[in-house]
């Protein structure tokens, strides 16, 4: 057993105490030593060697690298689960830091760097805290905690499945299925040591979509010639673009589909036989999710047609919506002001961006919020945003968001009684 595991404390905020200094050291060794999706070799064997130390059942090489991590406790209750990730970003970190990130890569062709550009290191470093203070807590439990740690929350290397999805695919809440699921993710965009929080619909879904125009290849000089994929293809990007403004209801929840990339053609004179387009879709209603993807669908094809051309529509699905549990959030609440303060505890607009943490929210009551990360002396309007080159994360963040797992989890159990 570990110090921090075998430790007896009245209770938590002692442990709370004696731990702090460790995960800081600990977020800055992974800080230093970054891995990409589904690599997270290092750093899973770190957690997998803790976990164990503080007397868990562990399993490791879920989905890859992830690490599940089973704490029991001395009474009956229910299972709490809570959740980090692991994976860096194929970034080239620019911050001046002690701890900075030196380590390189291949990415798709390209030399780059490796950084936590998104504060996944102090995630893991919070919730090995974490375990820390539950396990020193164990006599005094009224349930399980299940500690996950997931790889590849950024999405996995092209040609392999990865994160979330991958490790429930895997049957891993078949074997530990929890009553709850809790995470937390640091941002830039909130004062250090704040939660930011919201009920229902918190994060969007994340799609992908690709269309592919094929007409007919002609000299520039008659166009009548052939079938003109570019003259469709920017008919299409009109279409689609109507699709949330005019036939979405946004009066229910936003929506947002953007184009990021259109290519075809070689010269100037000449026009070609395909053009392709891929682009993004962003979405807080499950219902209007699916609507969105058949009118794009229905859209390019028949635009398409009536030029003449062919269009092939490709939806890839990612990551649904991130649903708080309303019931969940509403019980929380005191808990996430317990850890932080009630002055420190707000509601946030709903975010565009993504979480895989919405897959095990869709099977079990989950609640995710954000820890603010931008030190006092820094404007968050400002701050670098995650994915940021210049993303930094304040350490003294770092107790709020271990003793709001902590709370959380605590807390779950007494009302469960």
Not at 174 to 188: E, Q, V
Not at 202 to 229: C, K, L, Y
Not at 287 to 299: G, M, S
Not at 376 to 403: C, M
Request: with cysteine.
């Amino acid at each position: 057993m570990s110090s921090f595991g075998a430790k007896a404390a009245t209770g938590p905020k002692e442990l709370l105490k004696n731990v702090e200094h460790k995960v800081i050291e600990w977020r800055r060794d992974f800080h230093q030593n970054p891995e990409l999706g589904n690599r997270e070799f290092r750093t899973a064997g770190i957690v997998a060697e803790h976990l164990r130390s503080l007397g868990m059942e562990v399993e490791t090489n879920i989905a890859y690298t992830g690490v599940v991590g089973i704490l029991k406790g001395s009474k009956p209750g229910p299972t709490v689960m809570l959740r980090a990730d692991m994976d860096a970003l194929p970034v080239t970190e620019k911050v001046d830091l002690p701890f900075k990130s030196t380590k390189t890569t291949n990415y798709r062709g390209v030399d780059v760097g490796i950084m936590h550009a998104c504060g996944h290191d102090t995630h893991v470093a919070m919730l090995m805290g974490t375990a820390s203070v539950l396990a020193g807590m164990k006599d005094q439990l009224n349930g399980n905690v299940m500690f996950v740690f997931q790889p590849a929350e950024e999405g996995a290397p092209k040609g392999e499945e990865g994160g979330a999805e991958l490790m429930l695919k895997q049957g891993m809440f078949k074997r530990y299925k929890p009553d709850a699921a809790f995470g937390l993710h640091i941002t830039s965009s909130l004062p250090s040591g704040t939660i930011g929080y919201r009920s229902g619909p918190f994060m969007a879904s994340a799609d992908r979509f690709e269309i592919n125009v094929h007409g007919e290849q002609t000299h520039g000089s008659t166009p009548w010639n052939g079938v003109d994929p570019i003259a469709a293809a920017a008919q299409i990007v009109n279409g689609v673009n109507l699709i949330v403004s005019r036939h979405i209801d946004i009066t229910k929840e936003p929506a947002v589909v953007s184009f990021g990339k259109i290519s075809g053609g070689v010269r100037n004179n000449i026009i070609p036989e395909n053009v392709e387009m891929i682009g993004t879709i962003r979405n807080f209603d499950m219902d209007n999710r699916q609507q969105i993807f058949e009118k794009i669908k229905t859209t390019a094809t028949h635009i398409a047609a009536s030029s003449g051309a062919k269009a092939d529509v490709n939806i890839f699905k990612g990551y649904p919506v991130t649903i708080n549990n309303p019931e969940l959030t509403t019980q929380m609440l005191p808990s996430l002001e317990k850890a932080a303060g009630k002055q420190n505890v707000m509601i946030i607009p709903k975010i565009t961006g993504a979480e895989d943490f919405s897959f095990y929210a869709l099977e079990v009551p989950g609640l995710f919020v954000f820890l603010g990360g931008t030190p006092s002396d820094k404007d968050e309007k400002t701050a670098p945003s995650n994915h940021s080159p210049y993303f930094f994360a304040d350490e003294s963040s770092f107790k709020t968001g271990t003793a709001t797992l902590t709370q959380l989890t605590l807390d779950y159990m007494a009302q469960a009684k």
